[in-house]
């Protein structure tokens, strides 16, 4: 057991989930990251946390970490339901077995984390933070990625109706809406001139943002600084869905 409040992160092995590491352990947390990719030990180690492999699309799988990390470290305080995928495709052919796959870990997974962090918050009596990670494509759709979009404005959704019924308990649940980030991702965006241009040219800022300006934002939903928010998607996009059009 520890003295630091426990923050668990799904997704955590790179990128933006290890960036949301990074600042959580900065606030004090200790965090417990959970990835499919064997390479999550190192980096929680990196960060003075522990790391826990773990496919969260499998429901018992992701309850016995739960169980797990009560047992040997202590109640979730704060969760970051960060793991996704996008699995693009054409439209009129996409494989519905893509489709389930997306919506299972963006969304079903996120729905059962959420679930069970609450409950291990309300025996502990932890007035907890649960923040989602969503998208601008909750609210702009792409048609190569129709399943990610559906699951994202589903976990928009998810969020207001969690924050609800979690708000009595004193847990506030929010969601985060990252537009063009710097991770492995858009790491074929960033190769090609011709597409980052694109990207750039619905971006007022002007730039990509970086994994960190996330993890920065995830952690005030976790802080008391954000005490009165609840049922909230943070936009963190440049500027780009307020941007009507480009010339």
Do not use: W
Request: with cysteine; proline share 4%; aromatic share 4%.
């Amino acid at each position: 057991m520890t003295d630091h409040p426990i923050a668990m992160i799904t997704g955590g092995a790179q990128g933006i989930g290890l960036a949301c590491g990074r600042a959580l352990a900065a606030d004090g947390y200790r965090v417990m990251l959970v990835d499919l990719k064997d390479s999550v030990t190192d980096a929680a180690q990196e960060i003075g946390g522990r790391g826990f492999i773990c496919d969260v699309a499998d429901t018992d799988a992701l309850l016995a970490i739960f169980d797990r990390i009560e047992a040997e470290e202590g109640p979730v305080a704060a969760l970051v339901n960060n793991a996704g995928i996008a699995r693009p495709g054409d439209f009129l052919s996409y494989d519905l077995a893509d489709f389930d796959a997306v919506i299972g870990l963006n969304l079903r997974s996120v729905f059962a984390a959420t679930q069970r962090a609450a409950k291990g918050m309300i025996a502990a009596g932890i007035k907890g933070a649960i923040v989602n990670m969503s998208s601008i494509n909750a609210v702009v759709a792409i048609p190569a990625i129709p399943a990610y979009c559906a699951s994202k404005g589903g976990v928009q959704q998810l969020t207001k109706a969690s924050s609800l019924a979690l708000a009595p308990h004193g847990i506030r649940v929010n969601a985060v809406g990252p537009g063009s980030i710097d991770t492995e991702m858009m790491a074929g965006v960033n190769a090609s001139p011709e597409a980052l241009a694109r990207v750039l040219s619905r971006t007022p800022i002007g730039r990509v943002g970086s994994a960190d300006e996330i993890g920065s934002v995830v952690a005030f939903l976790c802080s008391p600084k954000s005490s009165y928010v609840t049922g909230e998607t943070i936009y963190v996009d440049g500027g780009r869905l307020g941007l009507n059009y480009t010339v």
